[in-house]
């Protein structure tokens, strides 16, 4: 009986190591806003910048992400090696993907407050 409770002791904690994201790997909450911010840059410099002859759309894109970068805290690299491990673990990705998905159909369809003003 004892090496069966040990044998199951072993399973737990060696199913809950493999859960544990890589050292170099953004976490999901932080990868998520990364993640939105770049795509916003993105969705930017496709739009608008490229309406302006005078700068170059991938310059732009570059000097945006740049400043995500160090809004966030994370490096270039930090973020593109944490997008290639979620790249590979679809079910990781979606889950990101769908969470930026509903906060910005949250924020879209929000109902705009009107402040009045109290009569006396």
């Not at 990868?31 to 302006?52: G, L, S």
């Not at 894109?61 to 593109?80: D, R």
Request: with cysteine; hydrophobic share 40%.
């Amino acid at each position: 009986m004892k090496i069966i409770c040990i044998f199951c002791v072993v399973i737990f904690f060696g199913s809950c190591s493999k859960n544990k994201l890589p050292d170099d790997v953004l976490p999901p909450q932080k990868m998520e806003a990364v993640f939105w911010d770049v795509i916003r840059a993105d969705i930017y410099t496709t739009n608008q910048i490229k309406k302006d002859s005078a700068k170059i759309p991938s310059r732009e894109n570059a000097i945006l992400q740049k400043k995500i970068f160090l809004l966030h805290g994370v490096t270039k690299e930090q973020f593109y090696n944490s997008f290639d491990y979620y790249a590979k673990h679809p079910a990781l990705m979606t889950t990101i993907l769908d969470s930026i998905v509903a906060k910005e159909n949250r924020n879209r369809y929000k109902p705009e407050i009107k402040v009045t003003k109290d009569y006396e």
